[in-house]
């Protein structure tokens, strides 16, 4: 299957832009997506990428895709502390079913 | 507001006793998922189904069974519970395999097996 790989943790302070990144592995076309996760809660999604795209922005968010290193950002600017849980990167190989997802980043605001 | 519902948030229950857990969609999506959620592991894919009546291991399926008799409804069977169960469950739906096919998610099912 494929690997999606991400740091466990990242705390930033309230205000300041946070920068969560994940690499993937697969080689053909695909979507990327990014979910967060509130506590006690199912995962949302953010926003999602073609791979055929480098960036895309909505509102605070904005996905930076480094394709030749299969590199995925997501920058969160001006984080503020509601912005805490956990960060999902997930690929999804075009036209095929399986997502593939990461470990999580769990993001921590401080006030 | 489309939804993904699971019927129990929290469930115990003991060593070998069989245990299902529920999942309904209003959305008419072609594709359901089970996952397990374990901390520092993500999201792990334990079965899902792209059809009525049918269905595919992930990579974690064994101790578990589905069941798809309706479009809407896709149940995770645990026919004899451990405790190595014990996690958090999330089901899961998307429309079909083309374009974006984002995956929606319930709220989870918390598991404790005794």
């Known amino acids: 299957g494929e690997d999606v790989e991400q740091s466990l943790f990242l705390s930033v302070r309230e205000g300041d832009s946070s920068v969560i990144n994940c690499t993937y592995t697969?080689?053909?076309?695909?979507?990327l997506y990014w979910y967060k996760q509130e506590p006690g809660a199912g995962l949302q999604l953010l926003t999602y990428?073609?791979?055929?795209?480098d960036m895309k922005q909505d509102q605070r968010l904005t996905v930076l895709l480094n394709k030749k290193d299969k590199h995925l950002s997501l920058r969160i600017a001006d984080t503020q502390t509601g912005d805490s849980a956990i960060y999902f990167c997930?690929?999804?190989?075009?036209?095929?079913?399986?997502?593939?997802f990461g470990s999580g980043t769990k993001l921590n605001v401080k006030p | 507001d489309v939804k993904v519902t699971q019927s129990s948030r929290y469930l115990v229950k003991r060593t070998g006793e069989k245990v299902f857990l529920e999942c309904v969609q209003d959305?008419?999506?072609?594709?359901m998922f089970w996952y397990r959620q374990d901390p520092g592991l993500g999201l792990r894919l334990i079965y899902f189904?792209?059809?009525?009546?049918?269905?595919e291991k992930g990579d974690i399926p064994e101790g578990y069974s589905v069941s798809r008799e309706k479009k809407e409804r896709f149940s995770l069977i645990l026919e004899s519970a451990s405790t190595n169960q014990t996690s958090m469950y999330l089901c899961?739906?998307?429309?079909?395999?083309?374009?974006?096919?984002?995956?929606?998610f319930g709220a989870g099912s918390r598991l404790t097996v005794l």
């Open positions: 189904s792209y059809d009525v009546k049918m269905k």
């Open positions: 899961a739906s998307s429309p079909g395999s083309s374009g974006a096919n984002v995956l929606t």
């Open positions: 959305m008419d999506h072609e594709n």
């Open positions: 997930a690929e999804r190989p075009y036209n095929f079913n399986k997502f593939y």
């Open positions: 697969d080689s053909s076309s695909t979507y």
């Open positions: 990428i073609f791979s055929n795209m």
